[in-house]
């Protein structure tokens, strides 16, 4: 669908009443140098500008509509302006899908009316367009204008309020557009965030959303922002979902619908971020610098206690303050003098303040040292009841510094407060950002060097995305579900199905002791009691047959095999993205801990292994306090066997749990000691 018309319009019709007229009236504000249409049946003009009786009336074929009247009217107004070639309008009214039977056969309707004309909404606020001045807005917005030459971020959001509160941002933010979508009935977001990365004057693109219109598109997406150098920032919300009750895996458990989303996000590049003062200074950055190369950042203050603040803030992130080399250490005691302790983050106190020549010098040889990003810290004092000309110098300190070592550099101002908007302003024209918060700063910064990462690997392949249809679910017990792994290339310990208590001796003096006995047919094993682990001698073994024959007449019985960890690595279907893979500390306490991390399918074994060094539980396979190192090896290539028989059953998997896999010494191998698979019967 061809936006080009809607998004940057040379002409404008402003259909209804009261917010038709705010539209006018804001266009009026921002300077819109094209044709301004007013439709209203009965006024002559609107706000000085001569209206029109119809559609029909109009002069020509308007770029864009802004049609701000009741639901039922709407369609006819939609069909009237696609009739006279309209470049696409903005459906102001409410009252579709998103309220009632009655409101989704509309929206029905509205579709059809439209056909190829590109219509935003319904239930839609519309956007502002600050490059051009045009504004299809029916209400105040607090942005400017962007000047002739200028770019600044596009911000597409879903929600129309969260984008007014966006447009009345203090912090130097440059604003090229600011979309709301609505219901999405003809345009979604990824088709309108594809279109603005397009517009020379747009560097970078920031999405508020609560729904994915399309996982292929948002692919194409991340494609287009490498491709273009525009990094994509998303702040999705809706953490709070509960899992499915239906679900019998522990997997489903462990993985919500953010989870999963987020995995998406993060295996194509986009940024991430779960606040709105987040997502304005990282948008800031973004704008400013593009991703960054890595999580190196240097700080400079003239406080103790600030470059202490800031020390603990970057505790438990990637970003990081890297110890200076002895040359460095060098360079930066001979210009602040023996008094100083050298260290980054640095306080080079406050002897030195107000002395342009000492404050440059430190400046430049932090700068000059290859940070991804340099820190000032700089809160500015009152603006009524005190003087800051002396921070001033320190400003033009910093800009020359960075300047000189050709550098990345950002002040830090502690309380969002403490610096006055046109500062911002005039540092962000000087090629400097402004951080409005400690923890901001460094969580900008942290994204921005995430984008900038994932943007040296190479583009992930699509997710697979497969259609449910509904079959009856069939679920393996544990002997199958092992036998299928197996012959997939998942390790299991030796063992069989018994249905005696003689059995189970037979195949225990041929195993070998100690071994485990199992009740087959019950999901959650450990919760019914139905385990016998470490069972070391034939009366041992008997007396837990005897016992696990009354929870089920079939018994499974296995070789002990011992452990250095245990993962559960679990594959579930997810109706938007697909096959989820999950890894995660496993075994009984794997609800408890809550340690996994979710990755969409196909995954690399890169993927795999960046996985489990993430888990909290990733210390125990790497020798923590003097234990043996675990066999990592055989553990990626065991999940990766999993995700390999999880996909040639795609058309009709719903769970797999492989919980837990025992994870060996290294050398010796892992292990599937219990399996569930959830199948879809096959036709």
């Not at 249409?37 to 002069?59: R, T």
């Not at 069909?79 to 989704?104: M, N, P, S, Y």
């Not at 509160?165 to 965030?193: C, D, H, W």
């Not at 040292?369 to 300190?397: K, Q, S």
Request: hydrophobic residues 45%.
């Amino acid at each position: 669908m061809r936006l080009e018309r809607l998004l940057r319009p040379k002409s404008i019709a402003a259909i209804g009443g009261l917010q038709a007229g705010r539209v006018i009236e804001q266009c009026q504000l921002m300077g819109y140098a094209g044709e301004i249409w007013p439709v209203h049946p009965s006024k002559n003009e609107v706000h000085g500008v001569p209206a029109y009786k119809s559609v029909a009336d109009l002069p020509g074929s308007p770029d864009a509509a802004f049609i701000g009247v009741n639901r039922n009217l709407t369609i006819e107004l939609v069909k009237q302006l696609r009739a006279i070639d309209c470049g696409g309008g903005v459906c102001f009214a409410a009252g579709f899908l998103e309220a009632d039977a009655t409101g989704g056969e509309l929206q029905s309707e509205l579709i059809a009316a439209a056909g190829d004309m590109p219509v935003l909404g319904p239930n839609c606020y519309g956007y502002i367009n600050y490059a051009d001045g045009a504004l299809l807005w029916p209400d105040q917005q607090g942005g400017k204008r962007l000047d002739t030459g200028k770019n600044g971020v596009a911000i597409i959001a879903q929600s129309s309020n969260i984008a007014i509160n966006f447009t009345m941002q203090k912090r130097g933010l440059p604003l090229a557009y600011v979309f709301t979508v609505g219901n999405q009935a003809l345009v979604g977001i990824s088709e309108l965030a594809l279109n603005l990365l397009e517009d020379p004057r747009v560097t970078a693109l920031g999405i508020y959303i609560e729904g994915f219109d399309s996982v292929a598109a948002f692919e194409a997406l991340a494609r287009k922002a490498r491709a273009l150098n525009k990094p994509v920032l998303v702040y999705k919300v809706g953490k709070s979902e509960q899992a499915q009750a239906s679900a019998l895996s522990h997997t489903a458990s462990l993985v919500g619908a953010h989870a999963i989303s987020s995995a998406f996000l993060e295996r194509n590049g986009f940024g991430q971020v779960d606040s709105i003062p987040v997502f304005l200074e990282t948008l800031k950055l973004l704008h400013h610098y593009g991703p960054l190369d890595g999580y190196r950042v240097s700080s400079m203050s003239c406080s103790g206690g600030e470059a202490s603040i800031i020390a603990d803030a970057a505790e438990k992130r990637k970003v990081y303050f890297p110890d200076l080399d002895a040359a460095q250490k060098a360079q930066l005691q001979q210009v602040l003098g023996p008094l100083v302790s050298i260290a980054n983050p640095l306080d080079y106190h406050t002897f030195s303040w107000g002395n342009r020549q000492v404050m440059q010098a430190t400046y430049t040889a932090m700068a000059a040292t290859g940070f991804d990003m340099n820190y000032l810290i700089l809160d500015f004092p009152h603006p009524v009841r005190c003087d800051d000309w002396e921070w001033h110098i320190a400003v033009d300190a910093f800009e020359a510094a960075l300047k000189h070592s050709k550098a990345r550099g950002a002040f830090v101002v502690s309380m969002a407060e403490n610096i006055p908007e046109d500062y911002t302003d005039n540092y962000s024209e000087r090629g400097i950002v402004s951080f409005y918060g400690i923890d901001e700063a460094l969580q900008a910064t942290e994204i921005a060097a995430d984008i900038g990462i994932a943007w040296k690997k190479e583009l992930p392949e699509p997710v697979m995305q497969l259609a449910s249809v509904g079959r009856q679910r069939i679920s393996l017990d544990e002997a199958s579900a092992k036998q299928d792994l197996q012959q997939a290339g998942v390790p299991i310990p030796e063992g069989g199905r018994v249905d005696s208590t003689e059995a189970a001796q037979a195949l225990a003096a041929r195993l070998g002791y100690p071994v485990v006995l199992k009740a087959l047919g019950i999901a959650h094993k450990t919760e019914h009691n139905a385990v016998r682990l470490n069972l070391n001698s034939v009366e041992e073994l008997s007396a837990a047959a005897r016992e696990l024959f009354e929870l089920s007449d079939q018994l499974y019985l296995e070789t002990m095999k011992p452990s250095l960890a245990e993962l559960i690595v679990g594959v579930m279907r997810d109706q938007q993205f697909g096959l989820v893979l999950t890894i995660g500390s496993g075994g009984i306490l794997v609800e408890l801990l809550q340690d996994s991390k979710t990755l969409l399918m196909p995954a690399t074994r890169e993927e795999v292994e960046a996985a489990l060094a993430g888990l909290k539980s990733a210390p125990l396979l790497a020798g923590y306090r003097g234990r043996p190192l675990a066999d990592t090896a055989a553990t990626v290539t065991a999940i990766l066997a999993i995700q390999q028989y999880a996909i040639s059953q795609a058309s009709s998997l719903i769970e797999l749990d492989v919980n837990p896999l025992l994870i060996g010494v290294q050398g010796t191998g892992v292990f599937a000691a219990d399996a569930l698979i959830v199948l879809e019967e096959q036709e």
